[in-house]
C-alpha cells in the first residue's frame, strides 16, 4: 500500500536508519504495517525529531518525504488526510513551537487527533466544545483560574459563551481577545513542557 511518503528518495534501505535492536525490514513501506493507530504517533515524532535535527522546518523539508500532490500533502496515513502544503507547514511548525497549545499538547503525548478528526482549518468555531471535554467547562475553569495575578478572572467573562480559540489558538501563540476593551494584559503561559 502507498504509505504517503517517499523515504527512498533519501535512504537507500530500511537498515540504513534503522536502530540495530529493531526488527529488519525489507522495504519502507513496510514500516506501517506494524506502526499504525497508537504507535503512529510515536513514529511520526521519532521521524520529526530525527529529520529536524539535520534540517530546517520548510516545505521543502516537508515535501523531501510527504508526496506533494497538486499543493497538498498526505499528512495522516491512517484516515488518510490530506492538507494544502501551506497550512499543514504552519501547524507543524507550532507543535514544535514553544508557547503555542500545539507544543504543549504534543509535550503532554497528544497527537493532533486528540483534537482534529479531520484536517479542517476551518473548524475553530466547534473546537470549543472539544477544549471543555478534556479542560472543563467554563464555570470550571474559572473556579481553577480565580486566584490570577490579574485584576479580573480570565475564564469568568461578560461573554460566557466566548470561544476558547478567540484568545487560544492551537497554532499561533496567544492573543488576549478581553485586551481590545480591557487593560488587564492577559498572556498563556505553557505549564506541559518536556
Known amino acids: 500500500a502507498d504509505s504517503g511518503f517517499q523515504c527512498a528518495s533519501c535512504h537507500e534501505k530500511p537498515s540504513d536508519v534503522l536502530q540495530s535492536k529493531h526488527i529488519q525490514v525489507q522495504d519502507f513501506h513496510s514500516c506501517f504495517s506494524c506502526h499504525i493507530e497508537d504507535k503512529e504517533f510515536k513514529l511520526s515524532n521519532t521521524l520529526h525529531s530525527a529529520h529536524f535535527t539535520h534540517m530546517d522546518i520548510d516545505n521543502a523539508a516537508c515535501v523531501s518525504c510527504h508526496i506533494e500532490e497538486n499543493g497538498t500533502i498526505r499528512v495522516d496515513t491512517k484516515n488518510n488526510f490530506t492538507a494544502d502544503t ?15 497549545l500545539a507544543n504543549s499538547h504534543k509535550n503532554a503525548g497528544l497527537s493532533c487527533d486528540a483534537c482534529h478528526k479531520a484536517y479542517d482549518y476551518d473548524e475553530a468555531d466547534s473546537m470549543s466544545s472539544k477544549c471543555v471535554n478534556c479542560h472543563g467547562s467554563y464555570e470550571e475553569l474559572a473556579k481553577i483560574t480565580e486566584d490570577t495575578e490579574y485584576d479580573a478572572n480570565p475564564h469568568k467573562s461578560h461573554y460566557p459563551t466566548l470561544a476558547c480559540t478567540k484568545c487560544h489558538s492551537a497554532h499561533s501563540q496567544f492573543q488576549d481577545f478581553c485586551s481590545k476593551c480591557h487593560q488587564w494584559n492577559y498572556s498563556w503561559k505553557q505549564k506541559v513542557n518536556k
Open 86 to 100: 501551506e497550512s499543514a507547514l504552519t501547524a507543524f511548525k507550532s507543535f514544535y513551537q514553544t508557547g503555542t
